[in-house]
């Protein structure tokens, strides 16, 4: 069964530093997100991506967040100067149009010390 | 913006019992709701999901409900196994509009199935 998915699993990273997080929606989908969850609260949007430019955006999705679809096959999510309010669980999700159901990868825990 | 409020947090229940999870939500231009369940280590799956022009969607021991005069929609599992505990995760989203794809979710109840 096609499904999402995610690298790296886990990363710690130290305040300040840029990070660049890794998905790969299911190849025939042409609407991508990225989702993030800090610890104990609700999975909040970030931004929806499609053809080639970001369709939407949450007030969390500032200038220290760009997403880009480098090649055929990957999204990344970059942060810029990570601070440690950005530790939170991230997750990528892929949809076939924008009507249809959205498949989640299983996320990236990322820490920030 | 919409905001989706689900309870309870936590939700116990001997196997073969029912748990029922319920969940509000405020904007009236929401029309599509799913649900998923969340295991250990693993993304959100979605389980089932529902649109506003049907009352009730059953699959198998999984059923949900839409309210939507009083924006309430329901999960419920029927015959619940201790592969049933997860976390589930009610979401609301207005398919069709502006928000392209947007999804609001509640807070999430873990549901522990005992055996």
């Known amino acids: 069964e096609p499904e999402v998915t995610q690298t790296p699993s886990h990363q710690v990273t130290q305040m300040g530093q840029e990070v660049i997080l890794r998905c790969v929606p299911i190849?025939?989908?042409?609407?991508f997100y990225w989702y993030r969850q800090i610890l104990g609260q609700k999975v909040e949007f970030l931004v929806s991506?499609?053809?080639?430019?970001?369709?939407?955006k949450s007030e969390i999705f500032d200038d220290q967040f760009s997403v880009e679809r480098p090649d055929g096959s990957n999204f990344t999510l970059k942060i810029r100067s990570t601070k440690l309010e950005d530790s939170a669980m991230y997750f990528c999700?892929?949809?076939?149009?924008?009507?249809?159901?959205?498949?989640f990868g299983q996320g990236t825990r990322l820490t920030v010390v | 913006g919409e905001n989706v409020e689900q309870h309870p947090s936590t939700l116990s229940v001997q196997e073969g019992d029912s748990a029922v999870i319920k969940c509000t939500y405020s904007?009236?231009?929401?029309?599509?709701f799913p649900w998923y369940k969340q295991e250990l280590g693993k993304g959100p799956q979605l389980i089932i999901d529902?649109?506003?022009?049907?009352g009730e969607k059953k699959d198998q021991r999984i059923a949900v409900t839409l309210n939507k005069t009083a924006k309430h929609f329901s999960l419920h599992i029927t015959e619940t196994q201790p592969e049933d505990s997860a976390v589930y995760f009610c979401?609301?989203?207005?398919?069709?509009?502006?928000?392209?794809?947007?999804?609001?979710f509640g807070r999430g109840t873990q549901l522990t199935v005992w055996p």
């Open positions: 999700a892929s949809s076939e149009t924008m009507n249809t159901e959205a498949f």
């Open positions: 190849s025939n989908h042409l609407y």
């Open positions: 991506f499609y053809n080639n430019e970001i369709s939407e």
């Open positions: 904007d009236s231009a929401s029309n599509y």
């Open positions: 529902i649109r506003s022009n049907v």
């Open positions: 979401a609301a989203r207005a398919l069709g509009g502006s928000t392209l794809g947007r999804l609001y």
